[in-house]
Nanobody, 114 residues
Framework: VQLQASGGGLVQSGGSLRLSCAAS????????LGWYRQAPGKQRELVAI???????NYADSVKGRFTISRDNNKNTVYLQMNSVKPEDTAVYYC?????????WGQGTQVTVSS
């Protein structure tokens, strides 16, 4: 499975941004897709995840502000980020999980200015 993330950039506090991640390869094996982030000096953390049935889970810090969704026809997962805060600044990584392995895309930088 290959993952290609896009959509990062610079946004002002309170603004919005949408990240996209296109999956290719053995996509039939994917059970769940998710977004993680890693801020400087911090560990990578889960932001949001969506399973094959559309069930979602979010980090407490983004609940009510971020929405994860997937378009199975386009093999793409999205992260809609609203009301962003400076503490959302991080490199965001797309992740895919199958029964036997996990896959990571390249990171995309999100910077929120105050």
């Amino acid at each position: 499975v290959q993952l290609q993330a896009s959509g990062g950039g610079l946004v002002q506090s309170g603004g919005s941004l949408r990240l996209s991640c296109a999956a290719s390869g053995s996509i039939y094996s994917i059970n769940a897709l998710g977004w993680y982030r890693q801020a400087p000096g911090k560990q990578r953390e889960l932001v949001a995840i969506i399973n094959s049935r559309g069930g979602t889970n979010y980090a407490d810090s983004v609940k009510g502000r971020f929405t994860i969704s997937r378009d199975n026809n386009k093999n793409t997962v999205y992260l809609q980020m609203n009301s962003v805060k400076p503490e959302d600044t991080a490199v965001y990584y797309c992740n895919a999980v199958s029964l036997s392995a996990g896959f990571w895309g390249q990171g995309t930088q999100v910077t929120v200015s105050s």
